[in-house]
């Protein structure tokens, strides 16, 4: 009993290591790495092989060309339009920007196109991320009607290093002159001549002060038939020999910095006297010389003045 119990313990372990027959009489018996050579075959195996081939040629790419980082400055906009007020001295337009890069922008420049009109900028740099803006003012002076004035901008950004800023001004007229030019030729009766004046659009002009520079030429205003409107003449007091004057012209509106505009007022000379050119010279004769018109209109007429 004892040597069967100990023959029957062997045959079991050896069960568990010899492979069992099926029916067919093939060994189902596979080796370890077998589960291993079938995964290796499957569509899921590829599909994560190509997978995986893809992100190491990426961390490759990666590691020969790094990734630069770039500035790069976006404004809300680089053309503004103002209209200020006949009172206001001064226009002002605010460009606003942000940096939506991933480098700092410095400034190297900023430059206005004229000397009346200034522009700065709030910061040097502007970092990732950061807004700001550049301020351009505009005096405006006696300046009227539309005025275009630019900001150059110069900065480190590799997309757009230059930029150039407008900024339209339009200035309401206080006054206006019409003509603004008044003549009288030399020997001409000194009569007259008359400028009307109107006030601008909502311009509250009540009254004119005229004067002229040269005690030679008067000046006189009188109010028109229209609001706002005002009659001005202009006489010199002979036209014997030419003379200039301006005359000025001086709104009482706004009152802490009134209007000044001119009329130019002028006696002309007498025109110069047309000249008839030289005959061609004939060989054999004395040449000619060029007289005046009048006398060669003269010299046609016969000596008995027939």
């Given amino acids: 009993m004892v040597a069967s119990s100990a023959q029957g313990g062997q045959n079991e372990r050896l069960r568990r290591f010899v492979p069992s027959r099926p029916r067919s009489g093939r060994s189902t018996f596979a080796p370890k790495m077998a589960p291993q050579i079938l995964q290796e075959k ?22 020969l060309f790094p990734v630069v980082g770039r500035a790069e ?5 680089t053309t503004i339009e103002l209209n200020p007020s006949v009172t206001e001295k001064q226009a002002i337009g605010h460009f606003k920007y942000q940096n939506v890069g991933k480098d700092p922008v410095h400034f ?17 740099q502007v970092g990732p991320g950061e807004k700001g803006e550049i301020t351009a003012t505009f005096n405006i002076g006696d300046r009227v009607g539309q005025q275009i004035k630019t900001v150059s901008v110069e900065t480190d950004d590799k997309a757009h290093p230059m930029m150039t800023l407008t900024l339209k001004t339009n200035i309401p ?4 002159l019409t003509p603004n030019f008044v003549f009288w030729q030399t020997g001409e009766n000194p009569t ?8 601008g659009k909502d311009v509250p002009v009540k009254e004119l002060d005229v004067k002229s520079t040269n005690p030679q030429f008067e000046a006189k205003v009188e109010k028109g038939s229209a609001p706002g409107e005002f009659k001005i ?3 010199p007091k002979d036209t014997k020999v030419p003379s200039f004057s301006s005359v000025t012209v001086k709104t009482d509106f706004p009152k802490e910095a009134p209007k000044i505009m001119y ?12 000249v008839t050119p030289a005959a061609p010279a004939v060989p054999g004769r004395p040449a000619s010389t060029a007289v005046p ?12 003045g027939k």
């Fill in 108 to 124: 190297k420049s900023v430059k206005a196109s004229c000397g009346c009109t200034t522009a700065q900028t709030q910061k040097e």
């Fill in 192 to 199: 007259p001549k008359t400028v009307i004046a109107k006030a």
């Fill in 293 to 304: 018109a009048v006398n060669a209109a003269q010299a046609a007429v016969s000596p008995s």
């Fill in 173 to 176: 007229e206080v006054l206006q």
């Fill in 233 to 235: 003449d202009v006489q």
């Fill in 42 to 63: 499957s569509p899921d195996f590829r599909y994560n092989s190509v997978v995986k081939s893809i992100y190491v040629i990426s961390a490759g790419i990666s590691l």
């Fill in 263 to 274: 009329i130019t007022a002028r006696v002309n000379g007498a025109p110069a006297a047309a």
């Fill in 73 to 77: 400055l976006k404004w809300d906009q």
